[in-house]
T-cell receptor, first 114, second 107 residues
Framework: DTGVSQNPRHKITKRGQNVTFRCDPISEHNRLYWYRQTLGQGPEFLTYFQNEAQLEKSRLLSDRFSAERPKGSFSTLEIQRTEQGDSAMYLC????????????FGPGTRLTVL | SQQGEEDPQALSIQEGENATMNCSYKTSINNLQWYRQNSGRGLVHLILIRSNEREKHSGRLRVTLDTSKKSSSLLITASRAADTASYFCATERQLTFGSGTQLTVLP
């Protein structure tokens, strides 16, 4: 399968715990995006990487959130001291080097904070 | 804040009918994209229309763009039960999404 993959697909955690999600983009895509989606809403942009450089972060990305893409391939999104409001679907998408703006999405990681 | 807003929020039609969804946005754009999302899944890109295009077709999909009104429409012809999903418009590279239109196609 050459699509975007995300792990885990589901995560249930208790409030205050730290969680980490992983995204593996399509191999030749140098651009990677994280989004958060709550029930009944469209995805909201969180952050963007070009290769290993994090070029943009949304104000939604509080200091409890951190994202990395150390070798310009896979990326991780960590949430520290989780809160119930962090419960959402976390989506990753990648985009190739070409000029197209089309993004290819992974299946998402559904986080439930109890 | 979300730039694109879809209308209606929900649409229920019979199989074989056409479905039309609209999208409005706030600022100037270079392109607009439509995505589909099946329940609990990631988004799938459907079609991209550039700001200098007025209409684009892809299979059973027809997209129009009116930059003077800052609006776009997505028409799905001869709908199928498998078209049941949420549909989102998105602008620019960060993909600012609206809340989507939930389409239900009844067999």
């Amino acid at each position: 399968d050459t699509g975007v993959s995300q792990n885990p697909r589901h995560k249930i955690t208790k409030r205050g715990q730290n969680v980490t999600f992983r995204c593996d983009p399509i191999s030749e895509h140098n651009r990677l995006y994280w989004y958060r989606q709550t029930l009944g809403q469209g995805p909201e942009f969180l952050t963007y990487f070009q290769n290993e450089a994090q070029l943009e972060k949304s104000r939604l990305l509080s200091d409890r959130f951190s994202a990395e893409r150390p070798k310009g391939s896979f990326s991780t999104l960590e949430i520290q001291r989780t809160e119930q409001g962090d419960s959402a679907m976390y989506l990753c998408a990648s985009r190739p080097r070409t000029s197209t703006d089309t993004q290819y999405f992974g299946p998402g990681t559904r986080l439930t904070v109890l | 804040s979300q730039q694109g807003e879809e209308d209606p929020q929900a649409l229920s039609i019979q199989e074989g009918e056409n479905a039309t969804m609209n999208c409005s946005y706030k600022t100037s754009i270079n392109n607009l994209q439509w995505y589909r999302q099946n329940s609990g899944r990631g988004l799938v890109h459907l079609i991209l229309i550039r700001s200098n295009e007025r209409e684009k077709h892809s299979g059973r999909l027809r997209v129009t763009l009116d930059t003077s009104k800052k609006s776009s429409s997505l028409l799905i012809t001869a709908s199928r039960a498998a078209d049941t999903a949420s549909y989102f418009c998105a602008t620019e590279r960060q993909l600012t999404f609206g809340s989507g239109t939930q389409l239900t196609v009844l067999p």
